[in-house]
């Protein structure tokens, strides 16, 4: 399990730590961390160009620090500054050999310059860039907020993706929400130290990133409330059945899905919900989508109802969960539906135009906030601007709050819904009412695809019929949906998912 920490957290960690070391002791720490990636990334470093783009705090110094012990092996090193630099790292690099180079731009306020080197232009610059082997990105640290100014976004468009190491977190992310506002490194791999930032692994921050590799530096750090799951958190939290374990008690999963329209969607959402952990699949569908499940989906039963027959739907069995919306019109029909099952105590999942019908119906949304069972969201980022303008939040504001600071967003509509909220996308987050968030790193862009949805519908609907709450059921039907696309390669075709549903278990 990944966990990830606000700035303040890790800088009131690093305060405690420096007390009890000697000056100078952390940041080296961090370098050798650096250090060794870098010589791994160059594979041979004698002979290596090397360039630093140099800041003044000490992601800057780590990065000049690194350039020093690269340049006493042989590397020739560049450092591109546009302002002032940290001096001892700079110090370091003159004398193991490397070279600084100042460009023209203002020096940020805070620390004495460094004037070591001779002005370059920015031909001088550009061709550093473009000649070097690997570039080391220490413009600025965890504590950079806005835009990049002038100089600086200047040297974050020269440097390639390929050939870039961003140092603790790229120059222009915000390290506490992911924004990007204007320019910004795009690196292709990120060594952060003592502990991942949230804007390493939430969207737009996260696509700056790359792979990301992990320094332990020796912080103490308080429990984290986003954290991320790797395959093994997956394997130990996923239901498994017992040797006494039958159908029923594995869990029962009722999957309101499809229509005559919209056929496919039951059939896809039937698929991803079979691979889950419910022992038993019922699938409550109209007339066109339930014969198209019978014939896709022989192990599911299957009950035939009428458009928006809540009674029916009610009617159709025992379950210990529900799934609702996929392929559903977000009618008066649908919302009767959803006011049924949101009126019983079995946990109930809402995706797709059971969300459109909730936004629409104001008693819906009341029944949601006041319910005290179970509930899972799993809206697109569309469905999510529609389901909380029933909150009176204002659409324009919202688009640009999921730009600025997505987690704050995806948290206050879990608090504001009583409900856990899985917002999708390129890194799906997962929310609870109380603030607890995960976020998924798996997937591939190919996911964006018709019916992907439908299938991640299922699956977690049969995570949360064999016992899961909400925000395990979330995040590991979505870590083990991102890793059925891995797996499938591509093209990728939604009906490819569910075959590739499949995770190491426990023995």
């Not at 930032?197 to 308080?222: F, M, Q, T, W, Y």
């Not at 997956?234 to 056929?263: H, I």
Request: with cysteine; charged share 15%; net charge positive.
């Amino acid at each position: 399990m990944r966990s990830a920490h606000l700035v303040i957290q890790v800088r009131d960690a690093e305060a405690s730590l420096l007390a009890s070391l000697p000056p100078g002791a952390l940041m080296q720490r961090a370098v050798h961390g650096l250090l060794s990636h870098a010589a791994r990334r160059l594979g041979r470093v004698y002979g290596a160009r090397v360039v630093v783009l140099a800041g003044s705090g000490d992601n800057g110094g780590d990065a000049l620090w690194a350039g020093a012990l690269l340049s006493a092996r042989g590397a020739r090193v560049d450092a591109l500054a546009p302002g002032r630099t940290h001096p001892a790292g700079t110090a370091a690099l003159l004398a193991a050999g490397g070279r600084l180079h100042r460009l023209p731009g203002p020096d940020p306020v805070g620390q004495q310059p460094v004037r070591a080197g001779a002005p370059v232009g920015d031909d001088t610059a550009a061709g550093l860039v473009a000649a070097a082997d690997l570039i080391l990105d220490g413009m600025l640290g965890i504590g950079g907020k806005g835009g990049l100014r002038a100089a600086y976004a200047q040297l974050a468009g020269l440097a390639p993706v390929g050939r870039t190491v961003a140092v603790d977190i790229p120059s222009g992310v915000d390290a506490d929400t992911g924004a990007v506002v204007g320019p910004a490194i795009r690196a292709s791999s990120t060594v952060t130290f003592g502990t991942y930032k949230r804007g390493l692994l939430i969207p737009p921050g996260a696509d700056h990133a790359g792979r990301i590799e992990l320094v332990d530096i020796g912080l103490v750090l308080p429990c984290a409330d986003l954290v991320a799951l790797d395959d093994a958190d997956v394997a130990r939290l996923r239901p498994s059945p017992r040797p006494a374990d039958s159908k029923y008690t594995r869990g029962v999963l009722g999957l309101v899905a499809g229509s005559d329209l919209y056929p496919g969607a039951a059939v896809l959402a039937t698929g991803g919900a079979l691979r889950g952990a419910a022992g038993y699949v019922r699938v409550v569908s109209t007339p066109v989508a339930a014969d198209h499940v019978r014939r896709a989906h022989p192990e599911a039963v299957v009950t035939q109802i009428d458009p928006g027959d809540a009674g029916a739907v009610l009617a159709a069995g025992r379950v210990q969960a529900w799934a609702v919306g996929p392929g559903l019109p977000p009618d008066a029909g649908t919302a009767r539906v959803v006011a049924a099952l949101l009126a019983g105590d079995l946990p109930v999942l809402l995706d797709a135009g059971a969300l459109g019908a909730l936004a629409g119906d104001a008693r819906g949304v009341a029944a949601l906030r006041a319910r005290a069972a179970p509930t899972l969201l799993t809206p697109h980022e569309g469905e999510f601007v529609r389901l909380v303008g029933a909150l009176r939040w204002d659409a324009g504001a919202t688009i640009h709050e999921l730009t600025v600071d997505r987690l704050g967003a995806v948290r206050r509509a879990a608090a504001e819904l009583g409900a856990t909220v899985l917002l999708k996308g390129a890194r799906t987050l997962i929310v609870d009412p109380d603030g607890q968030a995960r976020v998924n790193t798996t997937g591939t862009p190919w996911l964006a695809t018709a019916g992907s949805g439908d299938v991640l519908t299922g699956l977690c609907g049969s995570l949360l019929a064999g016992g899961l709450a909400p925000l395990d059921a979330g995040s590991v039907g979505a870590q083990l949906h991102g890793r059925a696309a891995q797996r499938a390669g591509h093209p990728l075709a939604a009906s490819d998912l569910a075959p590739m549903l499949r995770v190491r278990g426990r023995h």
